[in-house]
């Protein structure tokens, strides 16, 4: 069975514009969890997916971040209007339920201009 | 303000030698603590965890320790092998309903010499 898989594995954008991440978690995995990792720190929560309940968003560190996930598939992390302080490592894992391990995929490094 | 802290950056130990990774944290409402290794462009890999009942966990070669009255918790890697050299996340999550959520620090990144 194939990983959590992440696309693109490299962004660079210019500040301002919009960018799209995508994730692919393992079949069946209900929960989906969003990371960012800033050069020399610590992995931060961002958003949290479980099956059908209302997504836990409260880690997302403005309004120009959103996140989508379509059943129990594939998400979208959406950063509007880029500035260089969003320039990290987007780390995206799941699991088979809320309270169980994590497999992460390899991350998405985003650089803005 | 870092709830999870590794005040080591980086650790080098010889191979067949112990490593010690160590943690502390502040949150005295977290409960349940993991280890993650992650190799340079890969994601983080869960590695072994401790619930707050215990305070000794062990996995093959790898052993956590926990001390709550200290709010410090180690990881043991014995022997340690070329192949550990990693970045070790510490990773915690607190009791209730929004225990999904990992709080981590920022890293150790241990080099194991042949």
């Known amino acids: 069975g194939a990983g959590v898989s992440q696309s693109p594995s490299n962004k660079v954008t210019e500040k301002g514009k919009d960018v799209e991440l995508r994730c692919d978690p393992i079949s069946g995995h209900t929960a989906l969890y969003w990371y960012r990792q800033r050069l020399g720190q610590g992995l931060e929560f961002l958003i949290y997916?479980?099956?059908?309940?209302?997504?836990?968003k409260s880690g997302l560190p403005s309004d120009r971040f959103s996140a989508e996930r379509t059943g129990e598939s594939v998400s979208t992390l959406t950063i509007q209007r880029t500035q260089q302080e969003d320039s990290a490592v987007y780390l995206c894992a799941s699991s088979l339920g809320a309270l169980l391990e994590q497999f992460f995929g390899p991350g998405t490094r985003l650089t803005v201009l | 303000d870092q709830q999870v802290k590794q005040n080591s950056p980086s650790l080098s130990v010889q191979e067949g030698r112990i490593s010690i990774l160590n943690c502390d944290y502040t949150n005295s409402m977290f409960d349940y603590f993991l280890w993650y290794k992650k190799y340079p462009a890969e994601g983080p890999t869960f590695l072994i965890s401790i619930s707050s009942i215990k305070d000794k966990n062990e996995d093959g070669r790898f052993t956590v320790f926990l001390n709550k009255s200290a709010k410090h918790l180690s990881l043991h890697i014995v022997p340690s092998q070329p192949g550990d050299s990693a970045v070790y996340f510490c990773a915690a999550s607190g009791s209730g309903g929004s225990n999904y959520k990992l709080t981590f620090g920022k890293g150790t990144l241990l080099t194991v010499n042949p």
């Open positions: 997916f479980q099956g059908n309940s209302a997504p836990d």
